[in-house]
């Protein structure tokens, strides 16, 4: 079952334009994680925030955990046109089997140069 | 350099056959996943190892298998394969005892005829 829910579905941008993009959730986590996958590939991990973090950054990669909210935010700086991929946050569980991701359906980003 | 391998990366078989894909990693990870992705549904669970001879059902197993004989390998195979088992199939493992960080294959895509 799905627990993570982004927004929006879809992102279209100019070259250079923050891209920001939203997960929800449900349950309590130990921590979310940002995945990005390009077109006919597979998914390779970007960022982790635990559940005792409020920010975090990673290059141009800034993410946000509000836990009270159920909700992250991942920003894009300065995007560019390799940024063209769809975007997944998947969460692990708190309690229970921590060891799987539960995943989101994704937001599916366009750069245009 | 550790890495994930699927094979094939295209496969075209027909209905009722027995179809076998392969995943190999040399992470010496001992987690591993299966997952199908189709538009609309993001990535779902098949099945899952957390080591040698250890297999649980994922939330949509109903017509496939695995077994896991070694660390590196979790084949998944397609008892009878169906027309609703075109898909996109990716395999990912993840180290014990970690943050769950998944490192993913490059995926195989198979079409049921």
């Known amino acids: 079952s799905q627990q993570g829910e982004e927004d929006p579905q879809a992102l279209s941008i100019q070259e250079g334009e923050n891209a920001t993009m939203n997960c929800s959730y449900k349950t309590s986590i130990n921590n979310l994680q940002w995945y990005r996958q390009n077109s006919g590939r597979g998914l390779v991990h970007l960022i982790l925030?635990?559940?005792n973090e409020r920010e975090k950054h990673s290059g141009r990669l800034r993410v946000t955990l509000d836990t009270s909210k159920k909700s992250s935010s991942l920003l894009i700086t300065a995007s560019r046109a390799a940024d063209t991929a769809s975007y997944f946050c998947?969460?692990?569980?708190?309690?229970?089997?921590?060891?799987?991701?539960?995943w989101g359906l994704g937001t599916s980003l366009a750069v245009n140069p | 350099d550790a890495e994930i391998t699927q094979s094939p990366r295209h496969k075209i078989t027909e209905t009722g056959r027995q179809v076998t894909l392969a995943c190999h990693q040399t992470?010496?990870?001992?987690?591993m996943f299966w997952y199908r992705q189709d538009l609309g549904h993001g990535l779902r669970l098949i099945h899952y190892s957390y080591g040698v001879h250890d297999t649980n059902k994922g939330e949509v197993s109903d017509g496939y298998s695995v077994s896991r004989s070694n660390t590196e390998d979790l084949p998944l195979t397609l008892e009878s394969a169906a027309s609703s088992q075109t898909s996109v199939y990716f395999c990912?493992?993840?180290?014990?005892?970690?943050?769950?960080?998944?490192?993913f294959g490059a995926g195989t895509r198979l079409s049921v005829l």
């Open positions: 992470w010496n990870h001992n987690n």
């Open positions: 925030i635990r559940s």
């Open positions: 998947a969460t692990v569980l708190n309690a229970g089997n921590n060891r799987k991701l539960i």
């Open positions: 990912a493992s993840s180290e014990s005892g970690g943050p769950n960080i998944q490192y």
